[in-house]
């Protein structure tokens, strides 16, 4: 259920970071550096136990440079003329040193394999990824992903295409905050998420197979650097430490859903890419009482187990 978009580069601490850029754009012999960047995706849980399947199709996964400025220089021209909106983006090719690249309006293009990806089999944890490149070094602050298309399959084969808002022709855009630094020869991933739940919504009747009339694809991402979070696990029980399946774990922060996890068969589950600091975590199934816990920290490049007991509604 989950497909994964990742940017691979090893970053520390921020002002580190900043300052070690900074200098390496003022030593000439790294003029032409470049790191490697690799891109998963992931996703957070649709809970339809009648869905089979959620497709989607992308075919191209770029990284903006901040400033909007294609760093290098343009050797050749694509296609004889400018990209544009419709999915010709890439109309020129740059070098960087002994690298060559495709950019345009500062989006420097990582993969254009297409890639069919089922979210549902990106569950709990498991990511895949989409994208390893090796990057000019500098500040990215956004990732654009073109999306073909995406389909909702049910579990009696009832297939539901979508129309893809600015997925296909502009992009899917999703801001880095913070940015991304990428350094001379160092790695580091980005997490992409989509978070189904949020993503499908459904027209008719979603209690009913009968009643469903298709699905409208409104995708809800975040882009989290994993160098940077830190991950949530944990056991949902009832009684006697039976385990509960099927539920559905929500991590928030204030007002705002984070992401979103659905246990396992055997009660688990695990949420990745959790930017440090301190969370609720909400645990809801049918039948049972919602429960919440405060306080919930998470920590940097590090594990944090919470178990959840729910009881019965009487």
Known sequence: MK??????????????VLNSCNELWKDPSKENATGH???????????????EAALVTIDRVELRKAGSKCPGSPVTTQNGNKGNAKGN??????????????????????????????LFELRNGVTEILANAELPVGEYDMIRLHVLDATIVLDDGTSFPM????GNTSGLKIKLSPSLVVNDSEETEILVDFDLSRSFIVKGNAKSKK??????????IRAVQESQAGLLRGFVYEGDEIPVPGATVSVI???????????SEIGTYKIL?????????????EGYAKQETAGVVITERKSTTQNILLVKNP
Request: aromatic share 12%; charged share 15%.
């Open 273 to 285: 890419g959790l930017p440090a600091g301190t969370y609720n975590v909400v645990c809801e199934k």
């Open 37 to 51: 960047v690799t891109v998963k995706i992931t996703d957070a849980p649709f809970p339809a136990d009648f869905v």
């Open 163 to 166: 129309k893809v808002p600015s």
């Open 253 to 263: 922060l204030g007002n705002d859903t984070i992401t979103s996890a659905i246990t």
């Open 211 to 220: 009643g469903i009339q298709g699905f409208i694809f409104k995708p809800v």
């Open 89 to 118: 983006a890439h109309a020129y090719k740059h070098s960087y040193g002994d690298l060559e690249f495709d950019c345009d309006s500062g989006f420097v293009t990582i993969a254009t394999d297409s890639v069919e990806l089922n």
């Open 3 to 16: 497909k994964f978009i990742g940017i691979t580069f090893l970053l520390g601490m921020a002002v580190i």
